[in-house]
């Protein structure tokens, strides 16, 4: 007899096991399916234009509705969100300027729509009006990110970062609203680590009511431009403070690092070069070079001088982290390099790059040499990007 009941109990188990297998199999369709749905808005986000909106002295930030993007640059703070048919990105400069504290000039910044904090007896002046203030005083605005990784000794700094990242976006709609931020790649020189950097910037994402997902700039990159090459190349952002430099294997960041020298290494080495300020060499550098240009004057030709010293400075280091690593997968056609960032937006600056490229034999065959569609807002619509296919609803 008690073989029988031993049968039935094993039967009752078996039904039981079938059915939970049955329920596993039927939520990893469904899985498998919103994955699916997540991938396919993700790749249509990616196909979108964007659309700058400027952000005007005294509009409020955004109450985000939806996955958001976030780049974290040197430079700027810039946001992105999906709309139906484009890709909305507003900036703020990510600089600050101090002025001493006095009831006269408080009144009249607030009046001025002018952004502000008050911390130790002085006004941070932040975001765009830096650079007016700065200008007044004939001098430069200071950088939040001075070698674009945040450290525990620059408390200044990240308290601009958060006030900055508070006049572009307020908390979310829904809490817990997924938010993909930017983190530079371990420095290639020095000690440094992103570690610190990311953390900080989470957990203050955190407090706002976000989901807070970090991804590498260079990555960010890769997932903006290159959905019909599988996610597969080498995005390069070419920033203010830093180049940042991502190998991706079907949207897995192989290899990533940065180098700290980018536009600021130009307008400084040509200022010193020169003689002249940097902040003068930045503005011709952005108004008026061409690279494919023969140069005319001693500015443009040492900012000629500069480009193609960074480009080479750039590959070499390219060169040495590709060839000492045993993690490169075997890719079995070319892929492509796309550079993104200010930096590399001048005309001729792609040229250059794809000609100095010929001198090096990297241990990956490179197809060709792109630049990104808007490289200014590349980074945070790759990061937005990123959000929505990890977004937890559809
Ligand atoms: N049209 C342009 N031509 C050349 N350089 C530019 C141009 N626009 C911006 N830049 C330079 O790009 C750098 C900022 O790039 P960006 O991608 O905004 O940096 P980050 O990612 O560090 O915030 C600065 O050095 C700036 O001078
Ligand atoms: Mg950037």
Redesign the pocket.
């Known amino acids: 007899m008690a073989g029988k009941d031993d049968m039935k109990e094993r039967m009752v188990e078996l039904k039981k096991q079938e059915s939970s297998d049955a329920d596993a199999q039927k939520r990893k369709r469904s899985d498998d399916k919103r994955d699916e749905k997540l991938m396919a808005k993700a790749e249509e986000a990616s196909q979108k234009p964007v659309v700058d909106t400027e952000k005007e002295a005294g509009s409020p930030a955004i109450r985000t509705e939806g996955p958001v993007g976030l780049?974290v640059?040197?430079?700027?703070?810039?946001v992105a969100q999906n709309e139906k048919n484009y890709i909305n990105t507003v900036k703020q400069l990510?600089a600050f300027f101090t002025i001493p504290i006095s009831k006269f000039a408080k009144s009249i910044l607030a009046k001025n729509d002018v952004l502000f904090f008050e911390q130790d007896n002085l006004f941070y002046i932040i975001g765009n009006s830096s650079e007016d203030f700065a200008n007044m005083f004939n001098t430069d605005t200071k950088r939040s990110i001075k070698k674009?990784i945040l450290s525990a000794d620059e408390q200044e700094g990240i308290t601009v970062i958060q006030a900055i990242v508070q006049s572009v976006i307020r908390k979310p709609k829904q809490f817990g609203e997924t938010l993909c931020f930017t983190i530079p790649g371990d420095p290639l020189e020095g000690t440094g680590s992103v570690v610190y950097h990311e953390s900080i910037i989470k957990r203050f994402l955190g407090t706002m009511g976000y989901f807070p997902i970090s991804i590498n700039?260079g990555m960010a990159i890769v997932m903006s431009e290159l959905s019909d090459d599988d996610y597969t190349g080498i995005g390069i952002?070419?920033?203010?403070?830093?180049c940042?430099i991502c190998l991706s294997y079907l949207s897995f960041p192989v290899i990533t690092y940065s180098f700290q020298m980018?536009?600021?290494y130009?307008?400084s080495m040509v200022g010193i070069s020169v003689g002249e300020h940097a902040t003068k060499i930045?503005t011709i550098?952005?108004?008026e070079?061409d690279l494919l240009k023969e140069p005319k004057d001693r500015i443009i030709t040492a900012l000629h001088i500069f480009y193609d010293n960074l480009i080479k400075n750039l590959l070499d280091s390219l060169q040495r982290v590709l060839s000492s690593t045993d993690k490169i997968p075997m890719i079995s056609k070319p892929v492509p390099i796309v550079l993104?960032?200010?930096?590399a937006?001048?005309n001729g600056?792609k040229e250059m790059f794809a000609k100095a490229l010929k001198n090096y034999k990297l241990p990956v065959e490179i197809s060709s040499v792109i630049l990104a569609e808007d490289?200014?807002n590349t980074?945070a619509k790759g990061a937005l990007i990123m959000a929505m296919t990890e977004a937890q609803q559809g």
């Open positions: 780049d640059g040197t430079s700027h703070i810039i990510n674009g700039e952002s070419m920033g203010g403070g830093m940042n980018a536009g600021d130009i307008d930045r550098k952005e108004e070079l993104s960032g200010g930096t937006m001048p600056c490289p200014l980074t």
